[in-house]
């Protein structure tokens, strides 16, 4: 069984590098970001809730975070591990991580703020499917329409430059201690967010000591 919790600022790839380690290793992927999606998407009173605090470019409460995740980790459904993505947030969730569960490793995928800007501001979500697209990485075929649904591709509420940076700061004030806890009680690794996917996995995979994909060991 393995552990993982992945950190990362906004646009660093953490879901990307999450799903290619939860696909190849029958992890489950527990996404903080997905879960609050889901239930935007469905409607419910907590997916409004985290709407209201988006479209002002703020964070979602720390508090509510942690009880979101402590209630999926509850499940048990992760038979050979799980990788969390989006948490913990601050030093006293960290604690309370390290408390409950044996984690084997923390990635931490490291990128400059002046690049975070770069990728963040080139997100553009369907407005009638909700598919993700990046105009660096993944442009649309057809110039601000879904390539599935045909639906308008419009930047995200709280992709703003002055919502954006306020997230930045936000980010570094409360994640900062929270690494150097893991760094002094887990095994840290840290990975050079800039290249391409597949670059960053094999740094991910090379770091961690894992077969390279699809080669898996017992």
Not at 6 to 23: N, P
Not at 77 to 89: A, K, L, Q, T
Not at 119 to 132: I, K, T, Y
Not at 168 to 184: C, G, T
Request: glycine share 6%; charged share 30%; hydrophobic share 35%.
């Amino acid at each position: 069984m393995r552990k993982y919790v992945i950190m990362g600022i906004q646009g660093s790839g953490k879901g990307t590098q999450s799903t290619l380690l939860a696909e190849d290793l029958d992890l489950v992927h527990i996404s903080v970001g997905d879960i609050f999606r889901w239930h935007i998407q469905h409607h419910t009173k907590l997916g409004a809730q985290v709407r209201r605090i988006v479209s002002a470019g703020e964070l979602v409460d720390d508090e509510l975070v942690g009880s979101v995740v402590r209630q999926r980790l509850d499940i048990h459904d992760w038979n050979y591990g799980f990788i969390v993505d989006g948490f913990p947030r601050n030093r006293t969730q960290a604690e309370f991580f390290l408390e409950s569960y044996d984690i084997d490793a923390v990635i931490h995928l490291a990128l400059p703020d002046d690049e975070v800007r770069r990728r963040v501001l080139a997100r553009r979500l369907c407005s009638r499917c909700g598919l993700d697209y990046n105009l660096i990485a993944h442009r649309p075929e057809t110039e601000d329409r879904c390539d599935v649904c045909g639906g308008e591709l419009v930047r995200r509420a709280d992709d703003t430059e002055e919502a954006l940076e306020r997230r930045v700061q936000d980010y570094h004030r409360k994640i900062d201690p929270v690494l150097e806890l893991f760094s002094r009680k887990e095994f840290v690794i840290t990975v050079d967010a800039r290249p391409d996917r597949d670059t960053v996995q094999l740094d991910i995979r090379k770091q961690l000591g894992l077969p390279p994909a699809g080669d898996r060991n017992p």
